[in-house]
Nanobody, 128 residues
Framework: QVQLVESGGGSVQAGGSLRLSCVVS????????MGWFRQAPGKEREWVAT??????????ATVADSVKGRFTISQDNAKNLYLQMNSLRPEDTAMYYC???????????????????WGQGTQVSVSS
């Protein structure tokens, strides 16, 4: 009943932009930590950005240092997630996943293991 479905990935040249979307359904918590992770071939899945639904405002979202200033996480009133990716670099090439913690609250984890719900992923490829 809880589903996350990503879309918006693709292939772009370095410096380009992409906007990822994650359609969310089945959640009952108004306040829930949700976000984006990515995984490149041969690498561990890493945190990219998170926010707490219903507590979205300027400065409320958190992004990894590697994408700070380039990526922006946001959410609409239906809890759907978005990741605006600008100034893309080849190092950003990975499968991108949206995810959510299993219980509501205002705390966000940076650890993959605390996120119980995951989408199927959408591929982002950046060429130099």
């Amino acid at each position: 009943q809880v589903q996350l479905v990503e879309s918006g990935g693709g292939s772009v040249q370095a410096g380009g932009s992409l906007r990822l979307s994650c359609v969310v359904s089945g959640f009952i918590y108004r306040r829930l930590c949700m976000g984006w992770f990515r995984q490149a071939p041969g690498k561990e899945r890493e945190w990219v950005a998170t926010l707490v639904s219903e507590i979205v405002s300027s400065g409320s979202a958190t992004v990894a240092d590697s994408v700070k200033g380039r990526f922006t996480i946001s959410q609409d009133n239906a809890k759907n997630l978005y990741l605006q990716m600008n100034s893309l670099r080849p190092e950003d090439t990975a499968m991108y996943y949206c995810a959510a913690q299993s219980r509501g609250g205002i705390f966000c984890s940076l650890s993959v293991g605390l996120f119980a719900y995951w989408g199927q992923g959408t591929q982002v490829s950046v060429s130099s």
